[in-house]
């Protein structure tokens, strides 16, 4: 389930929620069913730095599915950052990023097994793969996703749209209106996912 939760990033200007500290919501649709919501929380400003939260909840015949990630920027650049997934009650990954001097400590959890780590040497990161929920990727070639640990590539599909190819491959389409995310369309386990904005949370 690897390609899960196109899931933040803070860098230059956040797109402002509809009201100041109110959530935007996405319905998630299956066939054109709702079967869960997306929650992108409004920028947070605090202990000298920025947090960025987006939080899934997805409930199919299959699966109960549970993400949320996590960011924390200071002057645009990604200090720490994690991601989890929980799938019928337990805990499926775990991904951990945080900055070392000149480089980012990258930490796996996945079910029951060790924790493995890694290395990323692309520095600084100012863009992860949740902020195409915040701000419309203007000019972006790569970016960071925080659950693969990462650097993933953007292209543009049509004018306001893109698409985030994945490490294994599968692309996650955004598509944006005036510099909002609309629309994701994203595969989970075979199954054709649309998170669709609510209509009370879109900026007018």
């Not at 990630?69 to 009650?89: C, D, H, I, P, T």
């Not at 796996?108 to 863009?127: S, W, Y």
């Amino acid at each position: 389930m690897k390609e899960l939760i196109p899931t933040l990033a803070l860098g230059l200007v956040l797109l402002q929620p509809p009201v100041a500290g109110q959530a935007i919501v996405y319905d998630i649709l299956l066939a054109g069913r709702s079967v869960g919501e997306l929650t992108v929380a409004p920028s947070r400003s605090g202990d000298g730095g920025d947090h960025l939260r987006v939080k899934a909840v997805i409930n199919t015949f299959l699966y109960d599915v549970v993400y949320v990630s996590e960011n924390r920027f200071e002057n645009g650049v990604l200090k720490a950052s994690m991601s989890s997934q929980e799938v019928n009650g337990k805990l499926k990954e775990k991904t951990n990023t945080v900055q070392t001097s000149d480089r980012y400590r990258v930490t796996f959890v996945e079910g029951k097994a060790a924790a493995r780590q890694t290395t990323l040497t692309a520095h600084p990161i100012n863009h992860t793969v949740t902020s195409l929920y915040y701000r419309e990727p203007l000019n972006l070639k790569h970016i960071y996703s925080d659950r693969y640990g990462e650097m993933c590539a953007v292209q543009q599909a049509t004018a306001g749209a893109y698409d985030v190819v994945m490490p294994d491959g599968k692309k996650t389409r955004y598509t944006y209106a005036q510099g909002q995310c609309h629309e994701v369309k994203v595969q989970i386990v075979g199954l054709n996912l649309i998170f669709r904005i609510q209509p009370g949370s879109v900026v007018r």
